[in-house]
């Protein structure tokens, strides 16, 4: 990362509220020191701003912030871009859907790190935030999903860069090989607004949608070697081979143990599926013969819809008070809710392939291989992060 004053205070122009200051630096607060002292005022998200009405105000307040900051041992930058809350409340004007801009600040250049994690970038934007101080940032959200970030091109006097932040149902996003490639904006606000709207936005969602499938594909890819030997060793015990009760209970333990562990992939099948399936359109495809399995597929998922909607209640509750199951009270609730999926699980896996050959004719908006389905042992995903006292669900 680049090295920032000790306190610093980067001033641009805003038309709506006049000069406007950032404090940076390892000691920014004397430069917020400084800025009040000089009649700063803090605005949202950490700057602070002064609206001369004069030009001999504006003198006078620029010659106060110059005299106040010396005394706080501030140094002053005059940053050659107007203010970036201007610019990110512009672009989200101009974005099709209702879009907020909210400034963010961050004068240690360490508070940005907060934002990795969070971030799903394969693209200069990542870099810019592992490697240069940011000290100001607008974060753009349409309130449906859907976050991206902008920021000022570091090394560069003018433009910026755009990129998104994951959905909140994923978390694992470091080098996730679907990621968008955040993109350059020019400076002029109408033509970084097409670009996001007509470039970057277009990208980011064909990326989600792959990523969501991915995933569906993997958790499938996880149950199948599992349940393929619950079936082959339910087939070798039928009735009549010598050893009923002992099969019985061998399969009714079985049964649970995979229950307890498929539970874990599966509920990502319920989560990202639908979302998939809502695109599908058989008839649009060159296998219009494939209604039936999606339809079989859809019935299966909303069979499931209960115990989903039971994870998801206990989860919230959970989360509302300390963890105090067990790791075996735990798996008893694992087993319950896979039970109770298990038509479900069997209907997935028999008709996985049709769902990935419809999904991937669905992507949005752009040209795909409608006849290559993916390996059943997908690209290894990068590792989990440690998980939480909740994990166990």
């Known amino acids: 990362m680049t090295n920032p004053a000790i306190a610093d205070i980067i001033l641009s122009t805003s038309r709506t509220h006049g000069l406007v200051a950032v404090p940076s630096g390892a000691r920014f607060p004397q ?9 700063f005022s803090p605005l949202p998200g950490g700057a602070f701003a002064a609206l001369p009405h004069q030009t001999r105000a504006a003198r006078a307040t620029a010659n106060a912030l110059v005299h106040h900051a010396h005394e706080h041992g501030a140094s002053i930058t005059i940053s050659s871009r107007p203010y970036l809350g201007d610019i990110g409340s512009d672009i989200a004007a ?3 859907g209702d879009w907020s ?21 394969s693209g200069d934007l990542l870099k810019a935030m592992l490697h240069d101080h940011v000290p100001c940032a607008v974060e753009l959200n349409n309130h449906a999903g859907t ?44 033509r970084a607004a097409r670009a996001v709207a007509h470039t970057f936005l277009p990208n980011y969602r064909r990326a989600l949608y792959q990523r969501r499938l991915d995933t569906v594909m993997s958790a499938l890819n996880r149950i199948r070697p599992e349940h393929e030997t619950l079936q082959t ?32 992939s599966f509920r990502d099948v319920l989560q990202h599926a639908p979302l998939l399936l809502a695109r599908c ?21 909303a069979d499931s819809q209960n115990a989903w909607d039971e994870f998801n209640a206990l989860r919230a509750e959970l989360y509302s008070i300390p963890a ?25 896996l028999a008709d996985s392939e049709t769902f990935e050959r419809q999904a991937r004719a669905a992507v949005p908006g752009g040209h795909v291989a409608l006849s290559t389905p993916s390996p059943r042992l997908l690209t290894t995903s990068p590792a989990l992060p440690t998980p939480s006292v909740n994990a166990h669900l």
């Open 31 to 39: 430069a917020q020191d400084a800025l009040r002292e000089a009649g």
């Open 94 to 96: 101009r974005l099709p």
């Open 101 to 121: 801009a909210t400034v963010k600040t961050y004068p240690r250049r360490h508070w940005q790190e907060d934002l990795i994690g969070s971030l799903w970038d």
């Open 147 to 190: 976050e991206l970030l902008l920021i000022e091109r570091p090394g560069h006097a003018t433009g910026y860069l755009v990129g998104a932040f994951a959905t909140e149902d994923y978390d694992a996003n470091w080098e996730e090989p679907n990621a968008p490639r955040s993109i350059v904006l020019p400076a002029e606000v109408d």
């Open 233 to 264: 060793i339910k087939a070798s015990h039928r009735p009549g081979d010598g050893t009923p009760h002992a099969g019985s209970r061998l399969h009714a333990q079985m049964e649970r143990a995979f229950a307890d562990h498929a539970w874990l």
């Open 281 to 301: 359109r058989p008839t649009a495809s060159p296998w219009p013969q494939d209604a039936g399995a999606l339809s079989r597929l859809r019935d299966a998922l």
């Open 324 to 348: 105090d199951l067990s790791a075996q009270e735990w798996s008893q609730v694992r087993s319950t809710l896979g039970t109770a999926v298990l038509p479900a699980i069997g209907t997935w």
